[in-house]
């Protein structure tokens, strides 16, 4: 009867260490199923940022079909040749926008179109600017070129 008793004690034990691991794998198995929704999500954002990215390309070849073509326009515009700034030898054409703290200076006429993209460090840079852009006489200002300290061209 002692055996009995014994086997009954174990049987217990073991039911209560089944009752324990199966509870156990229930949590588990609800973290294994919000990993999946989690996954399912993350997937899913990825597809999103796929298509964002597809966009984004997209773009980019319309930006670079948009600046050849902006490029072939270009040579539309009026270009002074380089040997133009030698002749202004003594002045750095600014806008006038871009020196607003700068009231000391005398206005040039409205003949200039053309802005050195540098300042005139590098002569072959240009920003093509149409002809009458500068019908306005006053939107520019002459700035004696010893203002800046790089020296003259």
Known sequence: ???????LDDSKIV????????DESKIILNGSRKFLDDSK???????????DSKNVLSDSKKFLDDSK????ESKRFLMIPKTFWMILKDFWIIP?????????FMVISKTFWMIPKTFCMNPKDFWMIPKDFLANQEAFQVI??????????
């Open 96 to 104: 006038k926008a871009f020196w607003m703290i700068l009231n000391d």
């Open 15 to 22: 039911l209560n260490d089944s009752k324990k691991f199966l």
């Open 41 to 51: 999500i993350v997937l899913n954002d990825s597809k999103k940022f796929h298509g």
């Open 144 to 153: 004696p070129k010893g203002f800046f300290p790089w020296g003259e061209i």
């Open 69 to 72: 073509s902006v490029l072939r």
């Open 1 to 7: 009867m002692n055996g009995s008793r014994k086997f």
